[in-house]
């Protein structure tokens, strides 16, 4: 940790904004004599600041309104450009009303008559104790996304079992360790001693462990021991431990570790978990891990980095001129070209589509513009050659510095796409550096579309669209994907991109869900008073998923409606479910009671997450898009949608195919065994539902 402040120390890094290098000593001088150890830095002008800013983590500035032709106001602003928490105290000849009204709103902590010696000592050494607080305040934050991120790691993952015991008892325990046992409930094992789960000829060893648990002595080995299922089957495993709590109760986290016979292959597995199959580059899954990771180095003042947002500016000509697979050669080749000319320290990654992303690390905001300048010049003058046929893109990048300040990563994403979007809106071909004037816009702009979107709940500004789910089997009914559309003042629709990101933010996500399904089950009567029965897919949201009251709201609605359950199949995607395994269990088995369907979407992206697909009681997997447009020019895009289908299959699960755009996949699909398609080339969503299910075509 880097922060100059600690509990213990009165050392202050002090910034001095004043007219002499003289007024800067008078002014160290008046906190030596308050107690305070100093380091000061006198400056004069911007490049000063910058300078300053660039070469160590500062704690205060002290600032007179203006030095020449530097006002304090520039400079507070250049300090929140730079994303750092410097307090700034500015002190002057009486400064009237105004004056302090103008300069506290510009970012003043404090503005103090030169002449009133005693209040400002009062001011600095409250400001100081802020800073403290605030600075550990942001070490806990930091500590707590740790310690969570290490807890989703340990509990939501599929690769070692996990449990937590108190008193040989079972308090807690993961999917991943009920499946090795064999029970298929936590209530299985809640009541069973872990002793049982032990081989008869380990248990007396085992037994001696737990008094050395008991006496709160942690063994520093693990303990090797055959495992006994509740088929009477024995493996071969280990077991590690380590002290924990649950709600309070102090207890045990044990780790089961199982023999591999093959740790190349597993290693491999691990590193293809992280990657997007097309490029190579790591997948948006890993590339949020990495974020976050510098966001919590930011935050301790680790490290210098920066979030690159990259986009070509004119991919849709490259594929109607290429087609699907030769874009995807394009694309592959994109990652190419950033891999072989950035350093070996980034990270890059494929984020979404034709959407790259990139931490670099930088020493000055000038060199980590030269490295995204570097990045926009390399594309504008390379060339794409892809089979006999050549292509050129430009390219427009969004930054964002990852600083002290930066609340999250998913803020820093949308920082980022903003920056890019800024940058493309200038004719692309272009770079622009997210700013705090850039924030305030964005929080502007958000602030409205939240409006609107709470406008539009309450006067039924939304409409549905559809698109149908086809069997490649011929398999009798007629599904649709609902999809929501929001509506402006003259009746124009807006799509989902445009407000539901603000959505999210706002908390609203909740009522879009509900206000999808009140009219979707108003399409399902319709259908019905026509002799139709109609299967709708609805999107959930992570916010619904959380909500303890939505299983509720969705009997109620049933019974209103009159509809049997199976006329929904509720979809929850990939990313949610990893993010929210115990709720969407929870969810599953509330659908299950109420005879709704389940589908996940987006699968393709996490392996692991086929390994629990059988508790939660799955009708329909929704394969991944991307994975479907890569099918005919990608082989392991192919063997990913195998494995899918097959392990699907053995779970009496159905699948279907995401984003179908063209016929040239259909014999994969219908070769793997994939039981349905959607996508642009069966039909564009549409506000009607005429898709004519009994063509033969």
């Keep these: 940790m880097t922060d100059a402040i600690s509990a213990s120390s009165n050392l202050i890094h002090l910034i001095i904004l004043v007219d002499s290098s003289h007024d800067a000593e008078v002014l160290a001088i008046t906190f030596r004599n308050a107690g305070y150890a100093v380091r000061p830095q006198h400056i004069e002008d911007e490049e ?31 300090i929140a450009n730079a994303g750092k928490d410097i307090p700034c105290i500015v002190f002057g000849d009486n400064p009237d009303k105004q004056a302090v009204l103008e300069l506290m709103h510009a970012g003043a902590t404090h503005c103090v008559a030169a002449q009133d010696q005693e209040l400002f000592l009062l001011v600095i050494e409250r400001e100081f104790s802020h800073l403290r607080d605030r600075r550990a305040h942001r070490d806990c934050r930091s500590l707590l996304a740790e310690s969570e991120k290490r807890n989703r790691a340990l509990l939501d993952s599929s690769r070692d079992p996990i449990a937590y015991i ?25 009541s069973i001693p872990i002793m049982d789960m032990i081989a008869t000829e380990d248990q007396q060893d085992f037994k001696e462990l737990l008094r050395t648990l008991s006496k709160g002595e942690t063994p520093k080995e693990q303990f090797s021991f055959n495992g006994q299922r509740t088929d009477g089957e024995l493996f071969s495993a280990s077991m ?7 709600e309070g109760e102090l207890c045990t986290q044990v780790v089961i570790h199982q023999q591999s016979d093959n740790k190349e292959l597993q290693q491999e597995l691990d590193q293809l978990r ?50 699907i697979a030769g874009s ?34 930088y020493n000055s905001i000038k060199q980590i513009e030269a490295i995204a300048e570097k990045i926009r010049a390399l594309f504008e003058q390379h060339i794409f050659d892809v089979e006999g046929k050549t292509v050129t893109t430009t ?28 940058a493309k809106n200038n004719k ?40 149908p789910i086809v069997s490649l089997h011929a398999e009798p009914g007629e599904r649709y994907e609902v999809l929501v559309r929001m509506l402006d ?4 629709i807006i799509m989902p991109n445009d407000f539901l990101p603000a959505a999210e933010n706002a908390q609203l996500m909740g009522e879009i869900d509900k206000w999808v399904m009140k009219n979707t089950a108003k399409a399902a009567l319709e259908k019905r008073r026509d002799g139709q029965q109609v299967q709708f897919f609805v999107k959930l949201s992570n916010e619904s998923i959380e909500d303890i009251t939505m299983l509720s709201w969705i009997s109620k609605l049933l019974k209103a409606a009159r509809l049997h359950g199976n006329s929904f199949v509720f979809e929850v995607s990939e990313h949610t479910v990893l993010n929210n395994l115990k709720t969407t269990k929870n969810l599953a088995h509330g659908l299950q009671q109420l005879h709704c369907m389940l589908a996940f979407s987006h699968v393709g992206n996490d392996s692991g997450l086929l390994k629990h697909i059988a508790s939660f009681g799955l009708s329909y997997i929704k394969i991944e898009g991307a994975l479907i447009e890569s099918l005919t020019s990608s082989d392991a895009s192919q063997e990913r949608v195998k494995s899918i289908t097959e392990v699907s299959r053995d779970n009496g699960i159905q699948t279907i195919a995401e984003h179908v755009q063209d016929p040239t996949c259909l014999a994969v699909l219908w070769q793997h065994g994939v039981n349905f398609i959607q996508g642009r080339y069966l039909q564009n969503p549409e506000d009607k539902m005429a898709y004519d299910f009994t063509s033969e075509q």
Excluded at 328 to 348: C, F, N, R
């Design 395 to 422: 390219f427009s990048i969004g930054i964002t510095p990852i600083t002290e300040t930066t609340p999250d990563a998913k803020k820093l994403v949308m920082q980022a796409e903003g920056a890019c979007a800024t």
């Design 274 to 323: 992280k990657q997007d199959l097309l490029t190579g580059l790591f997948n948006r899954q890993h590339f949020m891990d990495e974020l976050n990771n510098a966001v919590t180095a930011a935050s301790r003042g680790d490290s210098n980095s920066a979030l690159l947002y990259m986009e070509p500016d004119n991919f849709k000509s490259i594929k109607d001129t290429l087609g």
């Design 166 to 190: 108190h008193e040989g008892m079972h308090i807690y325990a993961n999917l991943s360790y009920l499946e090795i046992f064999g029970y298929d409930e936590i209530d299985e094992v809640e």
């Design 48 to 78: 000063d600041l910058l300078t300053a800013l660039q070469e160590k983590g500062w704690d205060l500035m002290i600032a007179a309104p203006q030095v020449g032709d530097y006002t304090a106001t520039q400079a507070m602003e250049a």
């Design 328 to 361: 995807d050669l394009v694309l592959s080749d994109i990652a190419v070209v950033l891999k072989e000319h950035t350093s070996s320290d980034s990270i890059l990654a494929r984020f979404a589509g034709t959407i790259f992303t990139g931490i670099f690390r």
């Design 428 to 467: 692309g071909n272009s770079i622009h550096m997210h700013t705090v004037a850039d924030q305030l816009a964005t929080l502007e702009e958000e602030k409205a579309w939240t409006e609107r979107i709470r406008i539009a709940l309450k006067n039924n500004q939304f409409v549905l669209h559809y698109q």
């Design 240 to 246: 590690s431990f380590s002290p924990a709590t649950i």
């Design 489 to 492: 003042t003259e009746g124009n």
